[in-house]
């Protein structure tokens, strides 16, 4: 039968040359062809076939995530995938899995705080999958407040070895991913004791379950921590829970890049900054960013191509009604939304220089860059991935009724998302730790130390301070320095106002939880300012294409401006525009959507995702949703018999109930 593209109409309209988008989006010609070639890969794979995950039971779910992984595994080995294409591959399979725990966070920690030694032995081990590891950080009683982890491991001069011990309930090891079911070992974090000192929090290697039975070995307590929120969603991982009994491992197993204990139980230090134990969750802070286009970006795509097919309202004359998607209700929640995906996958890029630079000068002792590299990924993770959810939410309500439908593929994206406002640090404690720095960067202002990098706007807060935005009509809004200025002036005068408030406390500390929530507000302002200064950066350099450059410029000016309108309150409050100012953006912002308008089927085409890795119906790239949604209805287990199973239990009792009282 002739396959219909119910987009056709859409797609004809579309003004640049989306190949050359898809290019862009993905980073280059190259990338775009591993993707392209991996996700086909996989949709063509039956293993990795994921319609029925919202309906498998937990066991069922977790028993899948073995198969998958050890087939993807198999694949890796069999195809000899690098390791680019093996990153793709776990994209596309798109089920959170232990292996992500243990190539993404297990293995970069031995890299970033083993010594030499300790990575020769064990990263060959976890390369090729013979051992199998997890991050386990948090505790029943503490995530957020690290230097508060309770776990003790105890040296023992005697036998030349560290004792692990959970001393207390709220000690045990809580949530770390792969934990439950699949580790065979950890990266256990816990406090470092020696001669009864305590030296605060250090990374060990400890193995947890027998390599020939699996069976955890003695003195370890394990298992999953249980069910999680939504249906399929984040439950295929085995979140677990750990406590240790005087479990012994040797000397040679805490992670001694940042510090060491000698056979004799010194402590030393090396010039290492300590904060480098925190290395591993900057590393994935700042992965996260890049996941966070990715996510926004697919429920973006569902919600704009099925915002094309649907029409509700507006027929003349018997013809058809209106496509929701020409409301400019729906475009005004639906294409900042599109606009910020790009913004984010931009600033990602950026954000995975800035972190393969700073690992670069570390290699060479050169830690000057360490406090903004924490200070970018801690507020991008934050900032990014609190808007994706709200995003995801926003998209599941633009597709009404249908989006509602695990189907629609918005609610099982929601559930898998959301943790990422709190995994890999709480957004908010992230916030705080930006808002740190922004003060510490206001108060050296005076003392000649020149700021640089993302807070080099700072050096011109006198005028940033007094400076008047110059917008008359509202095209000035389309002006990449106008848009500059303003976000500077807004951050720099909310951080400079922060700052002196907190100089109206006695203590830094007590200022700082008093004022925290404008600390926070500081903090977000000048996040938005780094996506915004990166999305122009990147209209700066030779974009190739027909129509390219222009449409992403104008989702670079629909970013900015739905921004500045959505926080109005900070530009008008601190005197950065005026209220006549802030009318011409939502102008501006009117006419920008109309320019955008005719591309947006193109703009979600550029994403490349296929159908399978979409799982939306909504989604579809032939559009073809109603005999689709019309179809999957009738896969529902629930239809699997005409007359349901409890009928003759429940229903027909009460039926007949009915009856007689109806007849007395
Ligand atoms: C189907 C399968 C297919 C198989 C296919 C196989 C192929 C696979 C291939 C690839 C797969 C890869 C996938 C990767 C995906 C990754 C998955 C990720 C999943 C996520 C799982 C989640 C994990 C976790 O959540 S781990 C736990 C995270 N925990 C936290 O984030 C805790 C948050 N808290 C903190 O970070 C800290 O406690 C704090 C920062 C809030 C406070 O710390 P504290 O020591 O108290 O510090 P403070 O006094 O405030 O500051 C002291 C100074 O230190 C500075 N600082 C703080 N943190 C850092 C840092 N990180 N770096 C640098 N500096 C830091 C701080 O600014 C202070 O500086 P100052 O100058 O003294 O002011
Ligand atoms: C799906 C998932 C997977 C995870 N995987 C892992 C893993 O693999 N390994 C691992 O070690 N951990 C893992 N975690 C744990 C995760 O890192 C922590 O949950 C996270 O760091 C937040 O810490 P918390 O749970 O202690 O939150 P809390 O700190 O208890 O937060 C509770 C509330 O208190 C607020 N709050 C806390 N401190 C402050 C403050 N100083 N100022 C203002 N407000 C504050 C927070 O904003 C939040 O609203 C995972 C968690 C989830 C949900």
Known sequence: MEEIDHLGHERSKIEFDVEAMKIVWAGSQRALEVSDRISRLVASDPIFRKDDRTILSRKELFNTTLRKSAHAWKRIIELRLTEEEASRLRFYIDQPAFMDLHWGMFIPAIKGQGTEEQQKKWLPLAYKMQIIGCYAQTELGHGSNVQGLETTATFDPKTDEFILHSPTLTSSKWWPGGLGKASTHALIYSRLITDGQDHGVHGFIVQLRSLDDHLPLPGITIGDIGIKFGNGAYNSMDNGVLRFDHV??????????????????????????????????VYVRQTIVSDASCALSRAVCIATRYSAVRRQFGSQDGGPETQVIDYKTQQNRLFPLLASAYAYRFVGEWLKWLYTDVTQRLQANDFSTLPEAHACTAGLKSLTTSATADGIEECRKLCGGHGYLCSSGLPELFAVYIPACTYEGDNIVLLLQVSRFLMKTVSQLGSGIKPVGTTAYMGQVEHLMQCHCDVQRAEDWLKPSVILAAFQARAARMSVACAQNLSKFSSQEEGFAELSADLVEAAVAHCQLIVVTKYIEKLQQAIPGKGVKEQLAAL???????????????????????????????????????????????????????????????????????PKLYEEAWKDPLNDSVVPDGYHEFIRPMLKQQLRTARL
Not at 248 to 274: A, C, F, N
Not at 560 to 583: E, R, V
Request: net charge positive; charged share 15%.
């Open 248 to 281: 012994r491992i040797p000397r040679d197993q805490m992670l001694m890049r940042v510090s060491q204990v000698t056979r004799e139980g010194k402590y030393l230090q090396s010039d290492v900054p300590r904060q480098l134990v925190y290395g591993t969750m």
């Open 556 to 626: 670079c000016n629909i970013y900015a401006l739905s921004l500045i309108h959505k926080h109005q309150g900070d530009f008008l409050a601190n005197g950065c525009i005026t209220p006549k100012q802030a009318s011409l953006v939502n102008w501006q912002l009117r006419s920008l959507y109309a320019q955008v308008r005719p591309n947006v089927i193109g703009l979600v085409d550029a994403f490349n995702y296929t159908d399978h890795y979409l799982g939306s119906i909504l989604g579809r790239y032939d559009g073809n949703v109603y």
